[in-house]
């Protein structure tokens, strides 16, 4: 993993970040090109860019600067955007009776790292309950806003089986200006993460956003999100997944409730996929762990699941147009338990690469 991106990953102390990144700077050669191209790919570009602005002026190539500001800038745009389009959008299903609550994204922004430019995001995630999905289809709808082709086609029942979320684009001139996806279960079929607002219920509560109260998650609730979504669906594939659940623990991590967590981790056979992305955080962003937490984050099997990360962390961008799938399965199935899991994770996996093929022979496609 690149030097720099490391150091702009840390928490515990920026200036000590700073002055290792500038004798970094001045000790050896930079491939600058290659540190943009990374930074970018992990959606960290802010962080670094953060890093780099504590630097003497000149440290930096300034066109590396000014690139790294228009990232910057450009995220800060688009979280503003989404919020805006989030409470339009939460005002019409508010009136339809329909509530929401928001996780990852904007709220992750604002509530662990302080500041919605710092964090990359590309949509708007949502919890709802399954019963108030055909009023959200119809409010939607009705704001202009347009399903997938493959799920418009699906049953109810069809949906509840297989898929935890539905999702509706906001188009104009062929361009995507908004994607939401409303869950009513954090996995599909292939994740067997039974986890909604039945088991979330106790974990909401009410805060302040930008002048007005609306209903959350709890920090607590938003660390398991964050890391079952990051780790059991996406396997932490990028530095900003382990951002996430850095930032979370710096900012709330006295306040965590580690049984909850843990136990609704081992009740969805997912608590190595969890503790991996602590522990890979506690390596990264060097934020501190509660002791009780020391002989699970150091156990072997653990320590092993956080080195292969690691390894795979390292590997530049190209890497991934042809090994991401299998690399997320094998991940897969060294981080859940049950003979359960496994199986159905394997037949799903077998099934998406038929299913591939097939629309790869098809006329047209």
Known sequence: MNALLQQSLRLDDPQEAARTAAEMIRSQSVFWQEVMEAAIFHQVAPALHKLLHRLHEGAAPAEVLEQLQAVHLQTAHAQMAMVAEFRYIRKHLSAAGVDIIPFKGFWLAHSAYGNLADCDC????????????????????????????????LSEDFLFKYYGDYSFDKMENGERLFHFEFHWSLGNF?????????????QIIEMPFMGSSMQVFSPSANLLLAA???????????????????????????HIDWPWILA??????????????????????????????????S???????????????????????????????????RSRNGLRVHTLMSWAFVKGIVLQKVRRLRPGS
Do not use: C
């Open 264 to 297: 609704e981790a081992k009740r969805l056979h997912a608590e190595k996929a969890v503790l991996t992305g602590v522990a890979l955080a506690v390596e990264l962003n060097r934020v501190t762990m509660p002791a009780s937490l020391a002989p699970l984050l």
């Open 228 to 254: 079952l979504h990051h780790g059991a669906k996406d396997a932490w594939l990028s530095l900003k997944q382990v951002q996430d659940i850095g930032q979370l623990l710096h900012r709330f991590g006295d």
């Open 122 to 153: 590309a949509d708007i995630d949502l919890f709802i309950r399954r019963e108030d999905l055909t009023a959200v289809q119809s409010v939607m709808t009705d704001l202009g806003y347009v399903a997938p082709e493959n799920q418009k086609r």
């Open 190 to 202: 292939k994740y067997i993460m039974d986890l909604g607002l039945p088991q979330l219920q106790e």
């Open 299 to 333: 156990a072997p099997n653990i320590r092993k699941l956080v080195q292969n990360r690691l390894h795979y962390l390292e590997k530049p961008p190209g890497f991934w147009r042809r090994g991401y799938y299998l690399n997320r399965f094998l991940f897969h199935l």
